[in-house]
């Protein structure tokens, strides 16, 4: 697998939970580029073994 960090993601669209209570059907990392920290996670699904619980605790 190669070495991701470093390089910008690439451009997408998608549904996205903001702030943990709003819901968009549009959400990009583009409307974010110019502030200062984004993070963005992503995990396969609610209590796999990759959980958002674990990834925030």
């Given at each position: 697998m190669a070495v991701l960090v470093g390089q910008s993601?690439?451009?997408f669209t998608?549904?996205?939970?903001?702030n943990g209570t709003e819901i968009v059907g549009?959400?990009?990392l583009e409307q974010?580029?110019?502030n200062?920290?984004?993070?963005f996670f992503f995990y396969p699904k609610d209590f796999t073994?990759?959980?958002h619980t674990e990834g925030f605790s």
């Open positions: 993601a690439p451009k998608a549904a996205a939970v903001l549009n959400f990009t974010y580029i110019d200062k920290y984004v993070m073994f990759v959980c």
